[in-house]
């Protein structure tokens, strides 16, 4: 089995196609990175989607419970019964009315 793992630290730098199960019982699979942003590493999942679409989300270690490397054609096939829900109207602002302009 070809190893996920590179570099010399191999504590914080896994590659590859993964299933992770977060808190919350939320479950994704898709392709896992480690990647740094404002000086803390967070878990990067890119989550394949119908016609070649992704979604991409970041999680603060803490929140994982599990992970799970597998193939791609395994993540996949997990990916699509498990679909990150999308922004909703609800989570955004009521647009403000700008005066003189159509929104």
């Known amino acids: 089995m070809q190893s996920c793992w590179h570099g010399?630290?191999?504590?914080?730098a896994?590659?590859?196609?993964?299933?992770?199960?977060?808190?919350?019982?939320r479950k994704l699979?898709?392709?896992v990175t480690i990647e740094e942003l404002g000086g803390a590493a967070l878990i990067r999942i890119d989550v394949p989607g119908?016609?070649?679409n992704a979604a991409t989300q970041y999680?603060?270690?803490a929140a994982l419970y599990c992970m799970?490397?597998?193939?791609?054609?395994?993540?996949?096939?997990?990916?699509?019964?498990n679909q990150p829900t999308p922004v909703?109207?609800?989570?955004?602002?009521a647009a403000?009315?700008?005066?003189?302009?159509?929104?």
């Not at 909703?88 to 602002?93: A, M, N, V, Y």
């Open 8 to 12: 010399e630290n191999m504590s914080n």
């Open 14 to 25: 896994f590659e590859g196609w993964s299933i992770l199960e977060l808190m919350g019982h």
């Open 29 to 31: 699979a898709g392709f």
């Open 50 to 52: 119908e016609n070649g």
């Open 59 to 61: 999680y603060n270690p």
């Open 68 to 81: 799970t490397p597998t193939t791609e054609d395994m993540a996949r096939k997990v990916a699509k019964g």
């Open 88 to 93: 909703t109207r609800w989570e955004l602002p």
């Open 96 to 103: 403000q009315e700008l005066e003189g302009e159509d929104l």
